[in-house]
């Protein structure tokens, strides 16, 4: 206490909430038991391994297929909730139309149906005889048991992301800006160009990277519609179960630390550029 | 090339917010709007600039129509009350940005842009913060971007909401006669609202007084300040002392008050209320008066008194403190007035959006 009140020029600064000792106690216990534990026993588990052998089941063909599945379809699906969401983002907030608040509320059903319900049900519209199946089947395109389908059931559980992570920007967003550039000559896909998209850009890549990262872990909706062929449709954490149920506990945690790294490292990146990008925006 | 206006009406749901505005602004000058909060300034001035339409009414600039354009199409520059700069990008990409946005072909190059954003940073003071995000800056530096972004595109009209709203007193005072200078080098018709009296008298060639969604008085400066045309104008300015007093032959007559100082004006006998500034009454000392000092508060330099006759009528004036010396509570006192303006008792008000003729020999430059 003597250093800091020394070393901040004297006088301790006031705070405005009493209570803080206690509060940044319990996060951090909470924190620490519900989400760095867990995390850290996993990663001692992945040590325990040994780099020759880690790197010996990581690239094993059928841990390879999977990943490689797991990633391209999840970045799939992130391409498509990025423009879906932005756009449901858009027209919740900048329009009113009847039924908008029942629409505002669907947007919540991925995240609160059992993502099992949600496999089965997309499965059951895709197959050959369900509704869409019955439309794309005879274009040639089938859905069901191929990586479309993993995207597909990856892109429903995460497009809430996207939407509640830009819609409260889009709604603070202060007209006055788009008003000034359309008065600056600008045409309407310039001001949503050169104004309002700068302006949601860094939620909208935090949104999009979580999307990622959840779809990264999508386990209940895929497994059901993706078919889970080894080395063809076979996801990652559905290999990291079979390891389990196989008792290889360390092929288990290679595959599932991988997962993990791809996840934070993509996360470590969206903030960094999240906090490049607003470094000189807060306001004084 | 001027801007007219007629006719102009708007209204949000059941509230009409402009009432037939008519008024129409030659080239080059600077027109103040000045009037109470909620009076329809800030709805007039976006109508204008074509983020607003009205419901009816006519709105033209150089004999054509404005109504049919949109907001990018009519050259204009708007600053707004609360600056509105874009927070993503430096002072630099502010002031460039309505050149960035021009089609490919009307666009100057990169280095062209870069001269006159140049240019315009030397002009508003601000070359050193080129650089700056819109956060890093004080609100004076901020406004003066804003007005740098609304000129860089060589607006035929100038439109300003407040401007200076939400600055200190003495950064007001400053950019207040900067904004004269640069109107007056721009060449712009330049519209500003304001709800600071001294702000419009000090700053505009003409001063447009609006209540209520209506005009109320258009005049220079000194005109309307001297000869408010409505008794919503004359409360407005000052002219917060009201007495009913008595017409006869052009002359007003009250018990009590020597209102030999007005002029003569053309009013019909009977009825009338005189409306005064409390600056322009002087309360002198004379035994048989009906008016009785009740109160001498200072505020400084000024004598704030009191007086009040036997009905109770209470009369406020303004002296300066050396010429109030002679005077003492409970002395009897007649009131001497100045100046002020009369209406007739009952005269519909605020129905006459009055222009009124500027008749001074010696115009302003
Ligand atoms: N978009 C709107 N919807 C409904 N009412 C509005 C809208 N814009 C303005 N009004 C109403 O119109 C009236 C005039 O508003 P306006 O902003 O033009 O006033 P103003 O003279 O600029 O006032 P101030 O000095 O406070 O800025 C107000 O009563 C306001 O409530
Ligand atoms: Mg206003």
Known sequence: MMAMAVASGGGRQRRVLPGFGLTMGLTLTYVGIVVLLPVIALALKGAEIGPVRFWDIVTAPRTLAALRLTVTAAALATVFNAFYGLLMAWILVRYRFPGRRLLDAMMDIPFALPTAVAGLALTALFSENGWYGQVLAPAGISVVYTIWGVAVAMSFTSIPFVVRTVQPILEDLDTSQEEAARTLGATPFQVFSKVIFPAILPSFLVGATIAFARSLGEFGAVIFIAGNLPMKTEIASLLAVIRLEEYDYNGAAAIALTLVAIAMALLVLSNWLQSRLTRRRVPA | ?365
């Not at chain 2, 080098?185 to 419009?200: C, K, L, M, N, R």
């Not at chain 2, 008085?217 to 001297?226: F, L, R, S």
């Not at chain 2, 002359?251 to 005064?276: E, K, N, S, V």
């Not at chain 2, 008016?291 to 004598?303: C, D, K, P, Q």
């Open chain 2, 1 to 365: 090339m001027s801007l007219a206006i007629s006719h102009l009406a708007r209204r949000f749901g059941a509230t009409e917010v402009l009432r037939g505005i008519e008024l129409e602004v030659p080239q080059g000058e600077l027109i103040a709007l000045l009037g109470p909060s909620g009076s329809g300034k800030t709805t007039l001035l976006r109508i204008i600039a074509g983020l607003d339409w009205p419901d009816a009414g006519r709105l033209s600039f150089d004999g054509t129509d404005w109504l049919a354009k949109s907001a990018a199409e009519r050259r204009i520059g708007f600053v707004f009350q609360h600056y509105a700069l874009f927070p993503h990008m430096t002072m630099r990409d502010n002031i460039a940005f309505g050149l960035t946005v021009l089609p490919r072909a009307e666009r100057p190059g990169k280095t062209q842009i870069a001269a006159v954003v140049d240019g315009l940073l030397q002009f508003l003071q601000i070359g050193g913060l080129a650089d700056r995000y819109p956060a890093e800056l004080s609100g004076g530096q901020r406004q003066r971007v804003a007005l740098g972004r609304a000129m860089a595109t060589q607006p035929r009209v100038l439109l300003l909401d407040e401007p200076f709203g939400a600055l200190d007193a003495q950064v007001r005072r400053d950019l207040r006669r900067w904004l004269r200078g640069v109107h007056d080098s721009a060449g712009t018709t330049t519209i500003f609202v304001t709800h600071d009296q001294e702000e419009a008298f000090e700053l505009a060639d003409r001063v447009v007084v609006m209540n209520g969604g209506i005009i109320e008085q258009i005049g220079h400066p000194d005109q309307i300040y001297d000869h408010p045309a409505t008794p919503f104008v004359a409360r407005f300015l000052g002219l917060t002392v009201e007495l009913p007093v008595t017409m006869h032959t052009g002359r007003a007559c009250a018990a009590g008050l020597d209102l030999t100082g007005l002029p003569r004006r053309a009013i019909a006998d009977g009825a009338a209320t005189l409306f005064l500034r409390p600056a322009d009454i002087r309360p002198v000392p004379e035994a048989t008066a009906p008016f009785h000092v009740t109160e001498i508060a200072s505020t400084g330099a000024l004598l704030r008194i009191v007086a009040q006759d036997a009905a109770g009528c209470r009369i406020e004036s303004e002296v300066p403190r050396r010429d109030g010396r002679d005077l003492a509570v409970g002395q009897a006192v007649s009131l001497r007035a100045a100046a002020g303006q009369i209406f007739p008792t009952g005269a519909p008000i605020g129905a006459v959006p009055a222009e009124t003729p500027y008749t001074l020999k010696e115009a302003r430059p």
